[in-house]
């Protein structure tokens, strides 16, 4: 099996074998394939995923135990933001401190290498916020451009939804 490196480059090996030098990874499941192909890609997809993206940026304020942490995100269910922090955990990017005591204690924080992601990732979301008006404009430009020639200048709004094709089109009561 060839592996494209995004640094430049190829290396070869089988799932069983180290590539490029990297120790073997025991993941089993649905990523053992994909984190074998492009490890990259997958931390990526953590990083930017909906909720590790919220994840990263509210621990960049400061350590949050777990309920804490589900009441600042808000709507995130406890399964996904368990699945979100153990795969973050996973990573290198958060840890998980468990303290002996009654009640059991846990927080969560970043690491330096998480905290690294977060500061890039909350660039991203600065960038989103400065320049969503030219992203508002742009979706209007669009939007415009593939409306029907007489429906010109009255655009679907950016967050309407197309009919699926093969929908069929809403019944018009006699009267109209």
């Not at 840890?95 to 909350?122: F, N």
């Not at 451009?145 to 709004?157: D, I, L, Q, V």
Request: glycine fraction near 8%; proline fraction near 7%.
């Amino acid at each position: 099996m060839t592996v494209s490196n995004p640094v430049g480059g190829t290396a070869t090996g089988s799932a069983a074998e180290p590539v490029a030098g990297r120790a073997v990874n025991p993941v089993v499941g649905k990523y053992a394939d994909a984190e074998g192909m492009c490890p990259y890609r997958l931390v990526l997809e953590h990083v930017t995923s909906r909720w590790g993206v919220l994840v990263l940026m509210e621990l960049m304020e400061r350590p949050y135990r777990f309920s804490e942490l589900r009441r600042a995100i808000g709507r995130v269910s406890e399964k996904m933001l368990t699945q979100t922090l153990q795969t973050l955990e996973r990573d290198g990017l958060v840890h998980r401190d468990a303290q002996p005591v009654i009640p059991p204690r846990v927080d969560y924080s970043l690491t330096g290498l998480g905290r690294e992601a977060a500061e890039q990732v909350r660039a991203l979301a600065m960038w989103t916020e400065t320049r969503m008006d030219a992203v508002e404009k742009a979706r209007r430009a669009y939007d415009e451009a593939r409306a029907p020639s007489g429906a010109r200048g009255t655009a679907r709004p950016a967050t309407a939804h197309p009919r699926a094709e093969g929908d069929v089109p809403p019944r018009q009561s006699a009267a109209t």
